[in-house]
């Protein structure tokens, strides 16, 4: 026999968006029924490093103290290494990462199993009732949503006056609602694995290059643990297949242009080794009546630009500030939010493009437009300002950072 139960907001997926979510609205007075599926967060290669225009999302719903004390750390220096320049130089540009928002010390990094459990731990503190190894069933948004779920052997029924998909790319909900997705085609593989072992690395410096056929992204995540990423071609889907494929990544992490890269080919693999085909996917509106997206499920940017934690919060603070503003949570109360995202999504997917085509794209005309780009940015700083969306905002960037001109005068050979 199914178990009954009434709340004011069901959420499906307790990842980083939805028990956020959850812990807000729990500590607003709402109920709040939270549903995840793993029964504990594994590493699966997702967002550890948040922007800086992330952190201050982070800090307008109040969960910074919380994320610093589950062990966040800030990254203060950024270094772009490239095979065209030597490393001496690179190193000499090395980029202050304090400069973006005022009061934000730089990018933030929380292993994603920890942040997960640290929030989803806050929401249940808050009063959300939070369950684990939870299989949702049934979905139904429309005037009396509703889920259908297994837990604990047993079949429950739960309906609330709105439910929340928090449930990612995947989402089961998005589809119960009928919301359609839109994907760019990929672009490129991108591999990211977790180092140990590599204490020479700079517990605060954050760096990237691209050299031959291989780009990579490193971000220190304290205590001698690295998260790295690799970027190459798409022709090369079985590249660090296999059971040495961890090592032989690490391996290709042997780079000329940035020496600094031997601590990490002297660290070892501390968890799985996950690729994925970078794209940009979107919804046009992330709500149906009864429904709201939010996180992944709404659509994602390329992670080539790290911006999925940052784009996520702030979903998290525009929902529940409707939420919070009163009880109108009809379809018409989220028009803002779609509109705002619709906007913030088109921004970030540009500039994840040109950065894919300048950082992921390999071969002599790829280089030869890198080089190109370096040359001409240190004389003329308006051609980064594709980069001031990522580091500072998507509306920090004026509008003509994200036109054609804007990226034929960054992409020009
Ligand atoms: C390779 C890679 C690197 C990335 N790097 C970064 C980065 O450096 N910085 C950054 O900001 N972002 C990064 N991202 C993106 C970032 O990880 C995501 O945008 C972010 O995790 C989205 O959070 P979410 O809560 O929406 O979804 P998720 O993190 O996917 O969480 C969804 C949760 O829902 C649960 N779930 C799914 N289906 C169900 C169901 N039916 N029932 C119950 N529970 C369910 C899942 O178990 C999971 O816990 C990266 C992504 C990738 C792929």
Not at 133 to 149: F, K, L, N, W
Request: hydrophobic share 40%; proline share 5%.
């Amino acid at each position: 026999m199914k178990r009954m139960a009434s709340y004011d907001l069901i959420i499906v997926g307790g990842g980083i968006g939805g028990s956020a979510l959850a812990q807000i609205m729990a500590g607003a007075g709402r109920s709040v029924l939270l549903l995840e599926q793993s029964e504990v967060y594994e590493d699966r290669v997702r967002g550890e490093w948040i922007a800086p225009w992330g952190v201050d999302e982070v800090k307008r719903v109040g969960l910074y103290d919380l994320l610093m004390s589950a062990g966040g750390h800030h990254l203060t220096r950024h270094v772009s290494y490239d095979e065209d320049v030597a490393p001496a130089e690179a190193e000499a540009r090395t980029l202050p990462l304090g400069i973006f928002r005022p009061g934000v010390a730089g990018p933030l990094c929380l292993g994603h199993p920890r942040h997960c459990q640290t929030l989803f731990d806050a929401a249940v503190a808050a009063g959300a009732v939070g369950l684990r190894g939870v299989s949702v069933t049934e979905a139904a948004g429309g005037a009396h949503p509703r889920v259908v779920y297994e837990h604990g052997g047993r079949t429950h029924e739960a309906t609330a006056r709105l439910l929340v998909g928090a449930d990612g790319r995947t989402s089961t909900v998005r589809e119960a609602a009928g919301i359609v997705l839109h994907q760019d085609k990929p672009h490129h593989w991108f591999a990211g694995l977790l180092v140990e072992g590599a204490e020479g690395w700079a517990d605060d410096m954050q760096a990237i290059g691209t050299e031959g056929d291989f780009g990579f992204l490193a971000f220190p995540q304290g205590e001698g643990r690295v998260r790295v990423y690799g970027g190459y071609a798409l022709e090369e889907a079985r590249r660090f297949t296999g059971v040495d494929g961890p090592r032989r990544f690490l391996d290709a992490f042997a780079l000329r242009c940035s020496p600094e890269n031997r601590h990490l080919v002297a660290g070892s693999p501390a968890g799985p080794l996950f690729s994925y085909i970078n794209a940009d996917a979107w919804t046009d509106e992330p709500f149906a009546e009864g429904v709201v997206l939010v996180g992944d499920a709404a659509g994602w940017n390329d992670p080539i630009v790290g911006l999925g934690l940052s784009i996520t919060y702030r979903d998290v603070r525009i929902v529940s500030e409707i939420l919070k503003a009163g009880d109108d949570w009809s379809t018409a109360a989220f028009a803002p939010y779609a509109e705002e995202r619709a906007e913030r999504m088109r921004r970030l997917r540009f500039a994840a493009s040109i950065t894919a085509a300048l950082d992921m794209e390999f071969g002599e005309e790829a280089r030869a437009r890198r080089h190109s780009y370096h040359a001409r940015a240190a004389e003329d700083p308006s051609l980064r300002m594709h980069t001031l969306a990522v580091m500072a905002g998507p509306e920090a960037a004026p509008p003509e950072g994200f036109t054609e001109a804007h990226r034929a005068r960054v992409l020009q050979g």
